[in-house]
């Protein structure tokens, strides 16, 4: 092996008490924060309860991180058919590839830590939800962070240092991110913090990782735990169901241990679900708690009627496929990845290629079409110094779910080609989807719509992301220093349209456009009177009592960037919500 920080092994197969007070049900990265708090009042018995296992060895090196999307780290998902998108996709599908085991998506996710931007936290409170505006997030975000990126006077109020989370700036790149900051600076942005002031701008990476390996919540808040003896981890745990008493409240937590016979626990306080967004719906929906139609059809007895159960799921679209042609030796390959001497200055120092995602060089935000705010970015643009041929159409085509024929109509040309892309992303999309179960089996995978580009706005804003894209790959810093040179080959699919006007841009965005892997708000938070909320601002579970979400199925709308860091300040705050509903002075 050639890392010496193995993420901890924690299938250590506990013998469980009767009850406990607080039962966890997801280890993955909302999960492992609140645990690790409410097993900070000595008092408390708490037990998170895990499906999958410890994470493989591979998910601590950061340019694995492919690897590790494709291994024993996930659940086999795959997006429902998609009416209005993923035409070049099979089956106008894709997989799914979301985090199962400790640390869940934090685990296998590309480390990329963007909070999203003030007025997105200002939004969730102005739609009613009091104590999430950023003012009052902000201190989860620092309380959650340790952070060793470039600390200037204009972003030092913003970062925390000595939290649990490490965060560090990206030490190996490729001469495709001077490339974009310099190309950033051609076209009139500054080169920002995006978790500073301003979001409006260019951006090297700052990565969760600790000395170059992946800092997943699950190494980060809880292998420090592991002594507390009040803290009972039970890997290979799947929740099939929460059981209630008379009085609608949870009571007890059903799961399969090793998938053998049900076991049950009993709680005596409450049961916080953490389970993701596609999952804590569904186990929501098991224990009969959702919409009353669907319920019924499956033959689910409803103890509360709750429509906006598995609604409300959104997902950052994403445009995959523009790509630029360049100089060899400017880009990523997989050669240097197997490079002994590379393995080498890993193992020793903890530098080098693979230190870094494979292939993420840095990000930029927009905000093109804006209507409300200026500052709040509309687009995401991700430079990767790679493509989806980079392999030869080995794996990465079907991991992305390409559909063969056009891949290999399309990327063929680009075989052996060193290249760059860039991928713009929707930050607030209008499209909203949702996870409904296929069955009552609860091992049956849920069905996971996204819905993706169903309002015909995001694709005109996608449109203009794929403007700026090929503005920016086509800056003088691109061409001069890189020989950039934009694969124009006519879409399969979009060749009868003119090329490159609006038309065949709109054919391009429904053809190509798929998921980021962000899936969110299919437990939102909203007011009482909200007919489609399904947790209210303290996060407590509507029609029933002692049951919480925490996770990403509680944000009311997806902030403008990945979801990993508001994960943790979701699991930071409710922990703190909790203690205080419980009397606990902290
Ligand atoms: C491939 C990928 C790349 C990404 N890249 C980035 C990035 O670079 N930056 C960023 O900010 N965000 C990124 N994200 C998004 C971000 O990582 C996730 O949105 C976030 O981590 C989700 O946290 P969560 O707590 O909601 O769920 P998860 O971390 O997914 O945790 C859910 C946990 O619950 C467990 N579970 C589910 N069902 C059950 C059950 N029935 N019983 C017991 N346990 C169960 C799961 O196994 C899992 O461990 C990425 C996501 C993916 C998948």
Request: hydrophobic share 35%.
């Amino acid at each position: 092996t050639i890392v010496t920080d193995l993420p901890m092994d924690f299938d250590t197969d506990p013998q469980l008490q009767a009850a406990y007070d607080f039962v966890v049900v997801g280890g993955g990265t909302s999960g492992s924060v609140v645990a690790s708090r409410l097993a900070e009042v000595p008092s408390w018995r708490v037990l998170l309860l895990e499906s999958g296992g410890s994470a493989t060895p591979e998910t601590a090196v950061p340019a694995f991180s492919l690897l590790a999307m494709d291994g024993d780290n996930k659940w086999d998902y795959r997006v429902a058919p998609q009416a209005h998108a993923q035409y070049n996709f099979k089956g106008h599908s894709s997989p799914y590839p979301l985090g199962k085991g400790m640390g869940g998506s934090s685990s296998i996710n590309l480390m990329t830590h963007v909070r999203g931007n003030k007025r997105d936290y200002d939004n969730w409170a102005h739609l009613g939800n009091l104590g999430w505006d950023y003012h009052s997030v902000l201190p989860y975000f620092r309380k959650s962070e340790d952070f060793h990126g470039k600390v200037t006077n204009d972003n030092s109020e913003f970062h925390g240092f000595g939290g649990p989370l490490s965060v560090e700036a990206q030490s190996w790149s490729t001469p495709v991110q001077d490339a974009l900051l310099d190309g950033g600076r051609e076209l009139g942005y500054p080169v920002i913090d995006p978790n500073g002031y301003s979001q409006i701008g260019f951006s090297a990476l700052d990565l969760t990782t600790h000395r170059g390996i992946r800092s997943s919540a699950s190494e980060s808040y809880l292998r420090p735990n592991i002594y507390r003896k009040n803290l009972d981890i039970c890997t290979h745990a799947h929740v099939t169901k929460i059981t209630f008493d008379d009085y609608n409240r949870a009571v007890g937590v059903r799961f399969l241990r090793k998938g053998e016979k049900e076991q049950e626990v009993f709680v005596s306080r409450e049961v916080i679900l953490s389970a993701g967004a596609v999952n804590t719906p569904q186990i929501l929906l098991l224990s009969g708690i959702g919409g009353r139609h669907q319920l019924h059809k499956l033959g689910i007895f409803v103890n509360a009627d709750v429509p906006g159960v598995g609604a409300n799921l959104q997902d950052h679209p994403t445009v995959y496929g523009l790509t630029w042609k360049i100089k060899r030796g400017m880009g990523q390959n997989l050669i240097n990845m197997v490079d002994p001497s590379v393995f080498a200055d890993y193992r020793l120092h903890k530098r080098g290629v693979l230190t870094s995602p494979f292939g993420l060089e840095g990000k930029a935000w927009t905000s093109l079409g804006y209507t409300v705010d200026p500052a709040w970015p509309d687009l995401e643009f991700t430079v990767f110094s790679a493509h989806p041929a980079l392999d030869n159409g080995f794996r990465i085509a079907d991991m992305m779910g390409f559909e063969r024929k056009f891949f290999g109509r399309y990327f063929s040309p680009l075989f052996g080609r060193e290249g760059f892309t860039i991928a713009p992303m929707l930050t607030r999309p209008k499209s909203r989807g949702s996870v409904t179960l296929s069955s009552s089996d609860p091992t049956e995978p849920p069905i996971i719509d996204p819905n993706f580009l169903s309002s015909s706005e995001d694709v005109d804003s996608l449109i203009d992301g794929i403007k700026f894209s090929l503005l920016l790959g086509n800056t003088s810093s691109f061409r001069d220093a890189l020989e950039a040179e934009f694969h124009d080959q006519a879409l399969p699919g979009c060749e009868d349209l003119p090329y490159g006007g609006d038309a065949y841009w709109g054919c391009y965005v429904r053809h190509m456009t798929a998921s980021s892997y962000h899936p969110a708000g299919t437990c939102k938070m909203a007011v009482a009177h909200d007919p489609m909320g399904v947790v209210s601002n303290r996060l407590k579970v509507r029609g029933v009592s002692s049951i919480r979400v925490a996770d990403a199925s509680v944000m009311p709308v997806l902030p403008s960037g990945g979801l990993h860091a508001a994960c943790i300040m979701i699991g930071e705050k409710a922990a703190d919500i909790i203690k205080e509903d419980w009397g606990v002075i902290f």
